[in-house]
T-cell receptor, first 114, second 112 residues
Framework: SQTIHQWPATLVQPVGSPLSLECTVE??????LYWYRQAAGRGLQLLFY??????ISSEVPQNLSASRPQDRQFILSSKKLLLSDSGFYLC?????????????FGEGSRLTVL | SQKIEQNSEALNIQEGKTATLTCNYT??????LQWYRQDPGRGPVFLLL?????KEKRKERLKVTFDTTLKQSLFHITASQPADSATYLC???????????FGAGTRLFVKA
């Protein structure tokens, strides 16, 4: 069966520090991969998505970047965090073999920037 | 631009009653619509998908309707239980299908 792992689960970072969140998927090949952010009490905002290794699409201009160095690995990064980067970050995957796009989410990473 | 609206106010109902949540969308015609459940501090979990040519879909105590004329989906939980308390998210694919956008969700509280 397919699983998705996301880490770290929680982190507190000072403003201006770097960030790296990592996500890996197991049990499937060539998944579509996504990073979403959820602010407190808000909906999910799509940040990045990837349909293949090295292929990254950015949805909103921001202080973040994403990379997909391997088929089932997706990384979210920042060189210098801002207070506004605080939030709940969710990695998700969907199968390229269906046309209905069900998303399977990781457990999330809660980032607090102080 | 494509927009999804869900009732931002929490829904409080008594155990055993039917909960009905609403999702409205504007500015496009999606091929399908999805519903997810999210518990506090957790990632959303996929529940149901309904296609544009389906009026209704059922799964156990869940029922979803999809009215493409009204651009609305209704999500029903029958015989609700306290364990059904969560936030329910409506989601739609954008044109091209690679991306999914979500509504803000409706928080449901089921009281014993």
């Amino acid at each position: 069966s397919q699983t998705i792992h996301q880490w770290p689960a929680t982190l507190v970072q000072p403003v201006g520090s770097p960030l790296s969140l990592e996500c890996t998927v197991e049990g499937t090949s060539n998944p579509n991969l996504y990073w979403y952010r959820q602010a407190a009490g808000r909906g999910l905002q799509l940040l990045f998505y990837s349909v293949g290794i090295g292929q990254i699409s950015s949805e909103v201009p921001q202080n973040l970047s994403a990379s997909r160095p391997q088929d089932r690995q997706f990384i979210l990064s920042s060189k210098k965090l801002l207070l506004s980067d605080s939030g709940f970050y969710l990695c998700a995957w969907s199968s390229t073999g269906t046309n209905t796009g069900e998303l399977f989410f990781g457990e999330g990473s809660r980032l607090t920037v102080l | 631009s494509q927009k999804i609206e869900q009732n931002s106010e929490a829904l409080n109902i008594q155990e055993g009653k039917t909960a009905t949540l609403t999702c409205n969308y504007t500015n496009y015609s999606p091929a399908y619509l999805q519903w997810y459940r999210q518990d506090p501090g957790r990632g959303p979990v996929f529940l149901l998908l309904i296609r544009e040519n389906e009026k209704e879909k059922r799964k156990e105590r869940l029922k979803v309707t999809f009215d493409t004329t009204l651009k609305q989906s209704l999500f029903h939980i029958t015989a609700s239980q306290p364990a059904d308390s969560a936030t329910y998210l409506c989601a739609l694919p954008t044109t091209g299908g690679f991306k999914t956008i979500f509504g803000a969700g409706t928080r449901l509280f089921v009281k014993a």
